[in-house]
């Protein structure tokens, strides 16, 4: 069966295309939010699709960035080696290298460098709100928002000439 991703805005609406005949649709995926992340669909072609629901508010990067962490809850002096996994204009998930003293709700000061032609260094607070295996979820604490550099290695295509 093929699949397509429909990311769903504030509204809990989305739009996709069958990827049989091309048809667009815009339908309210209210009723799945928190319990479906993918539907089946049925076409006005009589084909069958899977649609995988995006609700996520920024658009998330896959990368591999080095930088390091000290935890500003415990008070800690020592920064430790991460590698950044993936990066967004709200938020960063990342593996520590070393010892992990880092709990749901910590606090924590995370420095890393763009893999971009300037070598990019983003410095920021952030809270830890999800812990999956050996990664960390965080989410920044200053509006990321702000970090123009962030916004030009995000998304390239908005900023080119």
Not at 40 to 54: D, G, M, P
Request: net charge positive; with cysteine; glycine share 6%.
């Amino acid at each position: 069966m093929k699949a397509v991703e429909a990311f769903v805005n504030k509204e809990n609406y989305t739009a996709f295309t069958c990827p049989y005949c091309q048809h667009t649709y815009r339908i309210s995926v209210a009723p799945q939010q928190g319990k479906k992340h993918s539907i089946v669909a049925k076409c006005v072609c009589n084909e069958r699709f899977e649609i995988k629901l995006n609700f996520r508010q920024f658009y998330r990067k896959q990368v591999n960035l080095t930088g390091e962490v000290i935890n500003v809850s415990t008070g800690s002096n020592d920064w430790y080696a991460i590698t950044v996994l993936d990066l967004s204009m709200s938020g960063i998930r990342f593996k520590v290298i070393g010892p992990k003293d880092i709990k749901q709700g910590h606090r924590l000061h995370v420095r890393f460098t763009l893999d971009d032609q300037q070598g990019s260094v983003i410095d920021k607070e952030v809270r830890v709100a999800d812990i999956r295996n050996d990664s960390y979820g965080c989410e920044f604490l200053n509006l990321a928002h702000e970090e123009k550099e962030l916004g030009y290695y995000l998304f390239p295509t908005l900023f080119s000439t």
